[in-house]
Every structure is written in structure tokens, then in C-alpha cells.
């Protein structure tokens, strides 16, 4: 017996005397036969892709770690983690509102950024939530998981998912009065270049998690517990 699935969705435009077939942008097999998908498809697989298409609106990294999941878990919900791995952002201090840190990212120069991470550790997710120059409203969202890599690659290690979203204050700085006086540039300058710059971050983390792991290091080092 076949599950309810888009029932919700029929009855509703059946309400508004709207037509029954297919709904516009979803493609399935009852639908769609595989005849007519196949060139959809075939479409997508594309040997060029436009700029904007791969710099859009979402920039996504992953990569495997020769890492027990649950030990890099512990490591990069720790907001000091990002002083090591990252490629520019330094000096972690706390601030007086709990779990929120100030850091300097060098890529600004002098540049403050404000960070919280909010971590839950059953899915192994890791958000950093971050702002230039403020921290009232962090609004560049990191969004990271970790995956036991024995469950999608049939081997020990983890599998580091990393997203970010092209907020639109990315094209313009919502808080100009917080910037530092004739700091250059802003970081949406810097958009198309994240899937690189990340791509870079990633491979850090994978060498320094990594070393530690194989030569019995605590992952999370002494110096962040």
C-alpha cells in the first residue's frame, strides 16, 4: 500500500480548482517517466558550469579525516578550534556575554569578528554563528557535520560536511558605522573566492586532526579543555 505522499498538496489545489497534474519543479517517476527525466538529468551533468551557478547562493565543501567523528566533534565545537585550523581568524577571547567571542580576522586587517558556536552533539552538527564588527546580530552562518565515515564509506574516520548560505549582507555591510575607518575591503568581496578559501580551511583541519590522531594526540589539544 502506497503512502500518503503529496495527498496534501492535490487536495489542496483540487480546492482551487487548479489542474491535477504535475506539480511545477517537482520531477518523479510518476510523472516524469525515466524517458523524460533522462535528458533532465543529463542536462545537469554539465563538463562547464557558469560561475554563478557554482558561486551562488550556497557554497559547500566536504572532505574525509582519518579522525574518530566523536573526538573532531569535541574539537570543532570548541570555538577555539578555529584558531588553529582557519586560515585567518586569531586572537579568541571571551567576551562578557556568555559563549560569544571576539577574534581578529586578518583578511580585514584589524577587522573584529564575533563568534558563537551552538553544537548538538547527537547529529554531530557545529554552527558558527559570526558577524564583522558587531555581535549583536551575527548573521554568517558556518554550518558544519561531522559523519562516521564507517556508516557512508565503510571505513574508520569521519566525513566533515561544510555550508555556507549567501546571506545578503554579504553585498552590503548592514552596520557601516562599526567598521574601522578606511578598512578596504568587506567580506561579501571576498564570496567568490569561498569555495577555494574553505576548500583550504578544510584541508587544514584534516592535517591537524589527523597528525594528532596518529600519534595519540588528543584531538582536542590540552590547551583548549
Same mark, same amino acid.
Not at 31 to 53: C, F, G, K, L, N
Not at 64 to 71: I, L
Not at 137 to 148: A, F, K, S, T
Given at each position: ?31 516524469? +517517466? ?121 571505513? +574508520? ?23 574601522? +575607518? ?38 582536542? +589539544?590540552?590547551?583548549?579543555?
Amino acid at each position: 500500500m502506497s503512502l500518503p505522499a503529496l495527498e496534501d498538496i492535490a487536495a489542496h489545489r483540487l480546492d482551487r480548482d487548479d489542474t491535477t497534474g504535475p506539480i511545477e519543479g517537482v520531477i518523479r517517476i510518476e510523472t516524469s +517517466p525515466r524517458e523524460q527525466a533522462t535528458p533532465i538529468i543529463m542536462e545537469m551533468m554539465r563538463s562547464v558550469y557558469p560561475h554563478d551557478e557554482v558561486f551562488g547562493p550556497y557554497c559547500t565543501v566536504n572532505e574525509y579525516v582519518d579522525c574518530p567523528p566523536d573526538e573532531l566533534y569535541e574539537y570543532l565545537a570548541d570555538t577555539r578550534s578555529l584558531e588553529e585550523w582557519t586560515y585567518s581568524l586569531r586572537g579568541f577571547t571571551r567576551t562578557e556575554q556568555d559563549g560569544l567571542w571576539l577574534a581578529y580576522d586578518r583578511l580585514g586587517s584589524e577587522t573584529e569578528i564575533y563568534t558563537r558556536t551552538v553544537a548538538q552533539p547527537e547529529a554531530r552538527t557545529v554552527d558558527y554563528h559570526c558577524a564583522w564588527d558587531q555581535g549583536r546580530h551575527l548573521w554568517m552562518i558556518y554550518l558544519m557535520r561531522v559523519v562516521d565515515a564507517q556508516v557512508v564509506l565503510d571505513k +574508520p574516520g569521519s566525513v566533515v560536511l561544510w555550508t555556507n548560505c549567501h546571506h545578503p549582507f554579504y553585498d552590503h555591510n548592514p552596520y557601516p558605522e562599526t567598521a574601522p +575607518p578606511e578598512r578596504p575591503v568587506w567580506v561579501g568581496d571576498f564570496w567568490d573566492m569561498f569555495g577555494a578559501g574553505h576548500r583550504l580551511e578544510l584541508l587544514n583541519l584534516k592535517a591537524i586532526a589527523e597528525y594528532r590522531h596518529r600519534n595519540g594526540l588528543p584531538v582536542k +589539544p590540552d590547551w583548549m579543555k
